[in-house]
């Protein structure tokens, strides 16, 4: 485990693990080891493990160290959340049932914090009842004094526990919201470290077990691990100059949604088939449940920033995550411009989309104004993660606050992934329903002008499209032109003149637009029906509009919820709304 990985997401947008050389480390203040004993000792199988924590030179798992960061990946920092303080390892014999008891466990406490690599060594029987092991499962947990692991366990002999009783181990505290509202956890717990832990299984014997103790060493093997818990933090910056009256804005105070944070989080992720070369970063349990989990229902309340604490730069939107840009550089320019993070918490990993309100003022304090966050579901909040909020004035007087969060991974017990995607959009509100923007047959102008601007998918391909096939789509400049050929004629209305009053002219309707290239560009266009308003068919008037990149993922058209889409479920802020009136 080492740095966290960084997901970004943009409204702007959205780092993994190094595990090097085996080095035993000794000096343990305290060691015990358990191992069915049924047979001689020349059956013992020996296993050499090495983890790490993460350096700066740490690379991904199964790398060497010495490589360059990738680019979605950023340093743990402060360098406590890498910090080992003890270990405990359950071995079991692939393919036995949730009943299944270790064949080998093993706790060592460290009589010296290892901030960096970690080689641990232990045995077990090559034969179990008779039969030859051929492959192991791993259950790996460093830190477990920091979630009181032994209570969580309810008093069982951790050497004898079951597979099924790791899987459903949870923790409630720390890491989560006080019933005040503040963080429980706002610093790495002094003396405990963080929660990291891996579940890794089909681990091969004959690849990298030894007869010998000393033998297992040049078959050792490498396990990446993940801290069990995010992080969440957020950075403010202004715009310099007089010009720019920013000398009396501030942050008044931050607050993040009730029932977003589950009040147990499993110790364990999900078990994970064993890969040299991998890191598996998208790491997490799959048994939470919305309808079967409980959520903390307090709101988590966090501190404002003064005026003197939010940092004057030259151009504040020059902080936003440009597309060509790594993880550890998006955070490097914050802290080389002196901008600084606050109210740093560390939160139990939800299913759940991240939502908040920042209240801030631009006169000092004598009127408040607000502006929400989102980041949305779908794994983006997981462990491992680190949560970033950008804030900037750019005026003010005139202006308000731009808020872009942002997602990433921590790099082996911290790092980030960043959603390699991004949009912005805009919709001027030319009339609207209560369920989605107004549309005309016949009439794209009167509805909206929607433009996606600057879509960029780093090459991949992508298309705009809508659920209801009655729908379509009509491609304009950035003026709202569009081309508009031969005449049209209602015969309602021209019976009665000589045919020379047409009504309109045509314009080409699109059922989808479509970029093979996945070129970036900003695309203008009206979301229009194919046919006249039609009462008696009342399903056919609504229409969700999306935006997908190969091979099926959804952008984030509405962070914010600032325009009418989805609030709830799987599409929340991933689809615009339009209801035909004409």
Not at 320 to 333: P, R, T
Not at 429 to 442: A, H, I
Request: with cysteine.
């Amino acid at each position: 485990m080492k740095r966290y990985q960084s997901t970004l997401t943009k409204m702007t947008r959205p780092v993994c693990m190094a595990l090097a050389a085996l080095l035993m480390v000794g000096a343990m203040a305290s060691c015990s080891e358990n191992e069915n004993t049924e047979t001689a000792l020349g059956d013992n199988a020996y296993l050499s493990l090495s983890f790490s924590t993460g350096t700066g030179n740490s690379t991904r798992a199964g790398e060497t160290s010495g490589k360059a960061l990738a680019d979605n990946e950023t340093d743990a920092n402060p360098t406590q959340e890498n910090d080992i303080h003890n270990i405990k390892v359950w071995v079991f014999k692939s393919n036995t049932g949730d009943e299944a008891t270790p064949i080998s466990y093993k706790a060592e406490t460290l009589s010296e914090v290892k901030n960096g690599n970690y080689t641990l060594s232990l045995r077990f029987l090559r034969k179990i009842g008779g039969q030859e092991v051929k492959n192991i499962d791993l259950y790996i947990l460093a830190n477990s004094e920091s979630i009181n692991m032994p209570d969580q366990i309810k008093g069982k002999d951790l050497s004898s526990v079951t597979r099924k009783d790791l899987k459903e181990v949870c923790f409630t505290s720390p890491f989560g919201i006080n019933s005040d509202g503040n963080a429980e956890t706002k610093e790495v717990p002094a003396g405990k470290g963080l929660p990291i832990s891996r579940a890794i299984t089909k681990i091969s014997v004959d690849s990298h077990v030894a007869d010998t103790e000393e033998g297992a060493k040049a078959k050792g093997i490498r396990i990446p691990l993940v801290r069990a818990v995010s992080k969440l933090h957020f950075y403010f910056a202004r715009k310099s100059g007089s010009d720019a009256n920013t000398s009396q804005v501030k942050v008044t105070k931050i607050e993040v949604e009730g029932n977003t944070i589950p009040t147990a989080s499993y110790v364990f992720p999900d078990e994970a088939t064993y890969n040299e070369n991998g890191y598996n970063q998208n790491v997490t349990s799959q048994k939470y449940d919305n309808a079967g989990t409980d959520y903390v229902s307090n709101t988590l309340k966090l501190a404002g920033v003064e005026n003197k604490d939010i940092k004057e730069v030259d151009n504040p939107e020059s902080f936003i995550k440009k597309s060509n840009q790594s993880a550890q550089e998006y955070l490097d320019a914050f802290k080389q411009a002196g901008i600084g993070s606050h109210n740093l918490c560390y939160l139990r990993e939800t299913n759940k989309a991240i939502r908040g309100t920042i209240w801030y003022s631009l006169d000092g304090g004598a009127t408040e104004k607000h502006e929400t966050f989102n980041i949305p579901s779908e794994g983006n909040a997981i462990r491992n993660r680190e949560l970033v909020v950008y804030g900037y004035f750019l005026n003010g007087q005139m202006g308000k606050l731009t808020v872009t969060p942002s997602i990433q991974e921590w790099q082996d017990g911290g790092t980030f992934d960043f959603i390699d995607a991004s949009t912005n959009v805009e919709i001027p509100d030319s009339g609207k329903t209560d369920w989605g923007y107004k549309v005309y047959y016949g009439f794209p102008k009167r509805g909206s002008m929607i433009t996606l601007q600057d879509i960029d998918t780093k090459g991949k391909p992508w298309i705009l499209q809508t659920d209801n096939p009655m729908f379509g789509f009509v491609q304009c400049d950035k003026d709202g032109n569009y081309p508009e050929e031969t005449p049209y004629y209602n015969p309602e209305i021209t019976q009665n003149n000589d045919g020379k009053n047409p009504v309109g002219k045509t314009y080409k309707i699109e059922d989808f637009i479509i970029n093979q290239s996945g070129e970036k560009k900003t695309l203008y266009f009206y979301v229009v029906p194919k046919n006249r308003l039609d009462l008696a068919k009342p399903h056919n008037v609504k229409a969700q509009v999306f935006l997908t990149k190969y091979p099926n993922d959804k952008f984030v058209l509405n962070p914010s919820f600032k325009y009418n889409g989805c609030k709830e479920g799987k599409f929340a802020g991933k689809d615009i709304h339009f209801e035909q009136v004409l």
